[in-house]
T-cell receptor, first 114, second 114 residues
Framework: EAGVTQSPTHLIKTRGQQATLRCSPI?????VYWYQQALGLGLQFLLW???????NRGNFPPRFSGRQFPNYSSELNVNALELEDSALYLC?????????????FGPGTRLTVL | AQSVTQPDIHITVSEGASLELRCNYS??????LFWYVQSPGQGLQLLLK??????LVQGIKGFEAEFKRSQSSFNLRKPSVHWSDAAEYFC????????????FGQGTELSVKP
């Protein structure tokens, strides 16, 4: 069974640009979660999508947004990139919704903002 | 507010020695507890989880953890460490009313001496 996949592996952008990160959940999983792992800040919850709807977002500005498609894959968009957005962005999926369920993580997308 | 504390930022143990990584949580109700491991440049892999029942849980790679409600702790243990266990370890807490969000500790980096 394939795990959570993310693309691209690495992404280099300049300040002010937009970045799009993609995630494909494990087959049969309907919930997708996004986390940011920035140096010195640990793992921070960004967004949770379930059945195509945004269910919750963390303490991030509106320029962080995303969506979930009918096939349950997801996109994270970061607009007006700032230097501090440089981080590893991790996507996770779970078979049922909610953080009391096991979340399976992908390998991440390393975003570098220059 | 819910929180997770991993008091040890970095631990070094000799190969073959026993290991205990500490995790303390702050949460009003019964939490759902997880330990994840992250190798350099990789995503997170679930080692084990506690939802309810037996307070000693077994995980993959020979790891176990014990939930102690009275101490609000969920420490991770391994009787004999292998060089391949060198990685960063994260404790996390989930809950019904947490909107999909896992709250992570700051992580403990494990180094293994030959």
């Amino acid at each position: 069974e394939a795990g959570v996949t993310q693309s691209p592996t690495h992404l280099i952008k300049t300040r002010g640009q937009q970045a799009t990160l993609r995630c494909s959940p494990i087959s049969g999983h309907t919930s997708v979660y996004w986390y940011q792992q920035a140096l010195g800040l640990g793992l921070q919850f960004l967004l949770w999508y379930d059945e195509g709807e945004e269910r919750n977002r963390g303490n991030f500005p509106p320029r962080f947004s995303g969506r979930q498609f009918p096939n349950y894959s997801s996109e994270l968009n970061v607009n007006a990139l700032e230097l501090e957005d440089s981080a590893l962005y991790l996507c996770a999926s779970s078979q049922e919704s909610g953080s009391y369920n096991e979340q399976f993580f992908g390998p991440g997308t390393r975003l570098t903002v220059l | 507010a819910q929180s997770v504390t991993q008091p040890d930022i970095h631990i070094t143990v000799s190969e073959g020695a026993s290991l205990e990584l500490r995790c303390n949580y702050s949460y009003g109700a019964t939490p759902y507890l997880f330990w994840y491991v992250q190798s350099p440049g990789q995503g997170l892999q679930l080692l084990l989880k506690y939802f309810s029942g037996d307070t000693l849980v077994q995980g993959i790679k020979g790891f176990e953890a014990e939930f102690k409600r009275s101490q609000s702790s969920f420490n991770l243990r391994k009787p004999s460490v292998h060089w391949s266990d060198a990685a960063e370890y994260f404790c996390a807490v989930g809950a019904y009313n947490q909107g999909g969000k896992l709250i992570f500790g700051q992580g403990t980096e494990l180094s293994v001496k030959p």
